[in-house]
């Protein structure tokens, strides 16, 4: 099913709950948070004590994207402040099925996330311990930045050894997801779509939400 997972990277964090309520009124039913550490990217955002706070104006699965190193040291934390989702960078973790066992022992569904440069290929031994696979289609570390195209073969491939291996975790695309270029991400077998300029950045996230989300439903139609 397709699923809409507003980044809240691009709302105004003044009003946090209203710019929330508002995506969620507009069709999405995922909320992407996007953890930066400064190091792992070249940015900083928020952490546990934001996601508590969210926890409390929302039912919709708060979806946490890690780009942080040493990503173990703060898997319970997270799950304390009631995150569902936790994805973790393949390129952050050198024990990464551990990492991922973590999360999934802390109650938390795991994801593995990998940055442009990396192949799809190199995740086939976690596959079977994943939640869902989210394919970076834009360097990690800002929102509204340009979707870099060879991603759309790197969904392709991943929709292709997921239906081989017999698996059933979600292909979720992050970066430069917007009006035009939803409809190829979802021809490429996408089903989670993270997008944080295209809802917030309009100034209006349930007109946005609403409108990303049909055209992505269209395209989806077509598709068949
Ligand atoms: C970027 C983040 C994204 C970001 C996407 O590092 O992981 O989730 O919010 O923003 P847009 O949709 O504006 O490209
Ligand atoms: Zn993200």
Known sequence: MLELAPSILSADFAHLADQIAAAERGGGT???V??????????????????RSIRKVTKLPLDCHLMIENPNDYVQAFADAGADWVSVHYEACP????????????????????????????LAEVLPIVHHVLIMSVNPGFGGQEFIPFSLGKIRRLANMRQEMGLTFKIEVDGGVAHDTVAQVVQAGAELLVAGNAVFGGGDPERDARALLGTARKSAQVAV
Do not use: C, Q, Y
């Not at 550490?37 to 546990?48: A, L, Q, R, S, Y």
């Not at 099925?97 to 593995?112: D, F, N, Q, T, Y």
């Open 95 to 122: 024990h990464l099925h551990r990492s991922l066992e973590m999360i999934s022992r802390a109650g938390m569904k795991p994801g593995v996330v990998i940055n442009p440069h990396t192949r799809v290929d190199l």
């Open 34 to 51: 996007d953890v930066m550490d400064g190091h792992f990217v070249p940015n900083i955002t928020i952490g546990p004590p934001v996601v």
């Open 30 to 32: 995922i909320i992407h």
